[in-house]
């Protein structure tokens, strides 16, 4: 298999946590932390640290706002974002593919 498509993998996305909140930001306009951190079983400490990862890579925004004077925090996925992630899934697809091919 070439190894040419592995090398081509966006290692921002690529980590499992950050893999899951690109999929599920990919299916939604936008999502609350609360949902996020509850669907993934993460820590609000490593939810916020992959978010901000994501957000310097230019990948996601941030909003927050107050409901019922309670914080309310929600992240969508930008258009570069967007565009990445569909980059990612197609990488993997590819490589599946090529795996497929070789190893039939």
């Known amino acids: ?22 999929s599920m930001l990919a299916v ?8 996020l951190r509850d669907t993934l079983d993460m820590t609000d400490g490593n939810l916020t640290t992959h978010i901000r990862t994501l ?3 230019g990948y996601v925004v941030v909003s927050k ?3 019922n004077n309670r914080p309310h925090t929600t992240c ?16 993997l697809e590819k490589i ?3 795996a497929r ?3 039939k």
């Open 76 to 91: 969508g996925l930008t258009a570069e974002g967007r565009k990445a992630f569909g980059k990612y899934v197609g990488l």
């Open 101 to 103: 091919e070789k190893y």
């Open 96 to 98: 599946v593919q090529q």
């Open 65 to 67: 706002s107050y409901h």
């Open 28 to 35: 939604s306009a936008e999502l609350s932390f609360i949902e």
């Open 1 to 22: 298999m070439n190894a040419k498509p592995f090398q081509q993998i966006d290692r921002v996305i690529h980590e499992r946590g950050r893999m899951g909140i690109m």
């Open 55 to 57: 957000q310097q890579a």
